[in-house]
């Protein structure tokens, strides 16, 4: 028997994919370009935006007959034993394969924003606490994990990272996004992209883009970013994940900029990320996406033009389920409407990936390999790591923390005691568990109070919860009063608790109108800094809170991002002391709940001045952290080089830990722009290293810039590198500067391309001599 030369894994993808495209039916190619979603709830209590409006019943066993592109959330849906649900998707994969005339599978895809969002899967810290950590090394091992997981029952994709940079922390989907800064998501999201794809599965950056500036913090508003925000701030990311993170799909974001629906923006699908960037992979359309531009965007009055619309700018796959691409998109064909070029273009990208994941290969076999464990001893090690390395310490004025073994200690608050406090809204627990409330967890999460008592057995531990989450009631503030006036110290536990669509205080849909604790959280906290016992404040939230009301008030304050499973006892380490603090704030903390909704990134006229009565000056600023012991920064005189436009420059410092215990530094190199022909931040960030030092020990750190760093998009829309003065400043954090470098650039301007520099590398060796800062050290 003669094989098909698309079944021939001998030849290049590009001739099977043509050859098996020549042999389909127009409505076999159409099957490529959607999913199915089995089980979608439909009473209004969905995982996605309009789900209840959006899901149509479809017939499993018709639908099949000509092949189809993607199965949708096989695990992610309701709680499945995960042996079972491989199981369930290895035959689900067999009968899609037999009902077609090709043979042809699914990609099965999945979310996985904080892992594997399956049951019984760990749940890893949130995309914030990523930032936290300032560790794109750990992350990548993390996203490994993950995408072995992944692979283990059959998975194909996963629909993570999210690279949106945060620029109202207002939204509720803060606690999805890495951090404030395009460079800092950039680094740690393409990390995060090498690991999923190391293990095989192809990531998907999601949104592309600029769902993060939507107007007033609401998801899904319309975004009135301009130009140059979009090109300098928004999109870096993504390209950073593309150079070099090697993703295979993007997904397309839900709102329009300047009334143009990125679902059917040619511009960003079609001459920037594949004519600029050369991306040859897949764009998928984020949940009912296409579909939303005929419902929500209102610019096609059919779904055959939605289909028109979203495939003419590049959109390739149509999620979660079939609606547009399905009977109306061929029927549209049939009629002339849409030429059959466009279903043409986009099929072959998907049997492309299909033919590189091994889909079109007749070997391939839906079975899996092994026994199955979601989460694996080494899953829960790591997800502790990554924890401990992201929690903030914010201060700690008078050194009460850590906390001393023997103390007597009121933990009062309402996420001291609930384990769902640790996790954000893509946790399978909080995202599809809260639905099945007679169904376990599926796996183990301490409580913050349970660890705390765990770490200090010695320590007398009452407890009182004192409030709701968001409930008004305070009738409970009387009984927190009374543990904390019996203690030596109280902790309170205050934060979020996550959701979707309303159902929390954070996660998508739940965006807030200012940066208030939520419900009366904040009026337990001035009742108890009024009791005269000193309060330590821990938060376990998905943003930032304005914390300028106990500014002097507090006797310590700990930040954590939704630290996942292993959360409750990297707190706790860090308050008891086994874990000395090393996080550094991927976002500003407020001072004021008003929130004065900017980031850091601000040109001198979004800073504080006297022509404004409003004050946006940070209470903690972004790269802030504390720890618990000495760190001492030296040769930190400022310095002046002069180099051309295009030649690199070493700028480095000195760490010492002159304290008595290990200890973890992140340096932060900033540029700071004088004058350039279009506004500028007035720092921004360009380059981190962390690093961690024994007593005694000293390590120099080096930064290799490069003009290209210092690139902008211009007025007429080009990037530019600009001759003249520059400052790269060495910093703990945006605003604490140790060490400037003065450069003067010289030589012609330049426009940089694709293919300039974007990382500023650093390394870290033995301190040198003086006069030595600028030797090759990499």
């Not at 064909?333 to 849409?338: F, K």
């Amino acid at each position: 028997m003669t094989t098909a030369p698309w079944r021939d894994p001998a030849l290049p993808a590009e001739a099977r994919v043509d050859d098996l495209l020549s042999r389909m039916t127009l409505e076999e190619k159409a099957a490529q370009l959607y999913g199915v979603w089995v089980g979608a709830a439909t009473d209004g209590d969905g995982v996605a935006p309009h789900q209840d409006e959006m899901t149509a019943d479809f017939d499993w066993d018709e639908v099949i007959t000509r092949g189809l592109g993607q199965l949708t959330r096989s695990f992610g849906t309701a709680p499945v034993d995960p042996a079972l649900g491989a199981q369930a998707l290895a035959r689900a994969q067999r009968r899609i394969s037999e009902a077609g005339r090709f043979g042809i599978p699914a990609v099965a895809h999945e979310e996985c924003l904080a892992g594997f969002t399956a049951w019984g899967a760990t749940a890893y810290p949130v995309p914030l606490a990523w930032g936290a950590s300032f560790d794109p090394d750990l992350v990548e091992e993390m996203a490994h994990r993950i995408g072995r997981d992944l692979a283990s029952v059959g998975v194909h994709q996963g629909l993570a990272p999210v690279l949106d940079v945060v620029r109202d922390l207002r939204w509720g989907r803060v606690e999805e996004t890495i951090g404030e800064d395009p460079y800092l998501v950039g680094t740690i999201g393409a990390a995060y992209v090498r690991g999923l794809e190391s293990a095989g599965v192809v990531a998907t950056l999601k949104h592309f883009a600029g769902y993060a500036a939507s107007a007033g913090a609401r998801n899904l508003a319309p975004v009135r970013a301009g130009v140059r925000e979009f090109a300098d701030i928004t999109l870096p990311p993504f390209e950073f994940a593309l150079r070099e993170g090697g993703a295979r799909s993007v997904m397309a974001a839900y709102t329009d900029t300047d009334g143009v629906p990125a679902s059917a923006d040619p511009y960003l699908l079609t001459e920037v990320l594949r004519e600029q960037w050369k991306f040859d992979g897949t764009v998928v359309s984020d949940y009912f996406g296409v579909g939303f531009l005929q419902t929500l965007h209102r610019v096609a009055g059919t779904e055959a033009g939605a289909a028109h619309a979203a495939l003419a700018a590049g959109l390739d796959v149509e999620l979660p389920t079939v609606r547009c691409y399905g009977e109306p998109l061929v029927e549209a064909v049939r009629a002339g409407d849409v030429p059959e070029s466009l279903v043409d273009r986009a099929a072959a990208r998907v049997l492309r990936q299909k033919c590189e994941l091994g889909l079109l290969d007749e070997d391939w076999n839906p079975e899996p390999a092994g026994p199955i464990d979601l989460d694996s001893a080494a899953n829960r090690a790591l997800a502790r790591r990554l924890a401990e390395k992201s929690v903030v310490l914010l201060s700690n004025p008078d050194g009460l923390l850590p906390l001393a073994p023997d103390t007597r200690i009121a933990v009062v608050g309402p996420r001291a005691a609930d384990a769902l406090a640790m996790l954000g809204c893509y946790s399978f627990p909080s995202h599809v568990g809260t639905h099945h409330p007679d169904k376990p967890t599926g796996i183990e999460i301490a409580t913050l109070l349970e660890s705390l008592r765990a770490e200090l057995p010695d320590a007398k531990i009452t407890f009182t919860e004192g409030c709701d989450t968001t409930g008004p009631d305070t009738s409970g503030f009387a009984e927190a009063v009374a543990r904390s006036a019996e203690a030596d110290v109280c902790v309170a536990v205050l934060g979020d608790r996550a959701g979707l669509f309303g159902r929390g205080t954070s996660g998508e849909g739940c965006d807030v109108g200012d940066l208030q604790l939520p419900g009366v959280q904040a009026q337990l906290l001035d009742t108890l800094t009024a009791t005269g016992t000193p309060v330590v404040l821990v938060l376990l939230t998905g943003r930032p809170y304005a914390l300028g009301r106990w500014r002097d008030q507090l006797a310590g304050t700990v930040q954590a991002f939704f630290p996942g499973e292993e959360g409750g006892p990297a707190v706790a380490g860090v308050l008891a002391g086994r874990v000395n603090p090393s996080g550094r704030l991927p976002v500003s903390v407020p001072q004021d709940p008003g929130g004065q909704p900017w980031t850091y990134l601000q040109p001198p006229l979004g800073l504080a001045g006297a022509v404004s009565s409003l004050d946006p000056t940070p209470l903690h600023p972004f790269g802030h952290g504390l720890g618990y012991t000495d760190l001492t920064w030296e040769d930190t005189e400022d310095r002046h080089a002069e180099i051309t436009t295009d030649e690199s420059y070493d700028v480095s410092v000195t760490v010492r830990n002159t304290g008595s215990r290990e200890g973890t530094e992140v340096v932060q190199l900033y540029l700071h722009d004088p004058v350039a022909r279009v506004t500028r931040p007035d720092v921004r960030l360009i380059g981190y290293h962390r690093l961690t030092l024994a007593p005694g020990e000293a390590r120099r750190v080096s930064f290799r810039f490069h003009p290209d760093l210092s690139a902008f998009t211009d007025r007429a829309g080009r990037r530019v590198v600009e001759p003249g003065a520059l400052e790269l400043r060495l910093s703990r954090s945006s605003t604490d500067t140790r060490h400037t470098t003065h450069i003067t650039l010289t030589g012609p301007e330049r426009h940089p391309g694709p293919d300039r520099h974007l990382r500023c590398d650093s390394t870290e060796t033995e301190p040198q001599t003086r006069g030595a800062e600028n030797d090759a050290a990499f």
